[in-house]
């Protein structure tokens, strides 16, 4: 079982900021494209943000000019940056190599 290990979330007033981490395998890391999902109760899963191998980038369009996905491939880490966060954004984040492995879920909560 691959593990992706996520850390970064937690409480954020509105219009605050957050920034996930999620550290991969180096050969996951350098084979597939890492993703970030959310899943709120009684909701599926829905994409965020992925990077892939040539550091092309996509997101979807409720987060689009307030959340950035980067990597570091030195650390074989994939960072999304949440900025101006709302209160719609609370949910659980999962980091992804290639929808294949996920990792454990950390939580977003934005709330005053």
């Known amino acids: 079982q691959v593990q992706l290990v996520e850390s970064g979330g937690g409480l954020a007033q509105p219009g605050g900021s957050l920034r996930l981490s999620c550290t991969a395998p180096?050969?996951?890391?350098?084979?597939?494209?890492m993703g970030w999902y959310r899943q709120v109760p009684g909701k599926e899963r829905s994409l965020v943000a992925s990077?892939?191998?040539?550091?092309?980038?996509d997101y979807a369009d409720f987060v689009k000019g307030r959340f950035t996905i980067s990597k570091d491939s030195s650390q074989n880490t994939v960072y999304l940056q949440m900025n101006s966060l709302k209160p719609e954004d609370t949910a659980v984040y999962y980091c992804?190599?290639?929808?294949?492995?996920w990792g454990q879920g950390t939580q977003v909560t934005v709330s005053s």
């Open positions: 992804t190599a290639g929808g294949h492995s």
């Open positions: 180096p050969f996951i890391f350098r084979t597939y494209t």
């Open positions: 990077i892939d191998r040539t550091d092309a980038t």
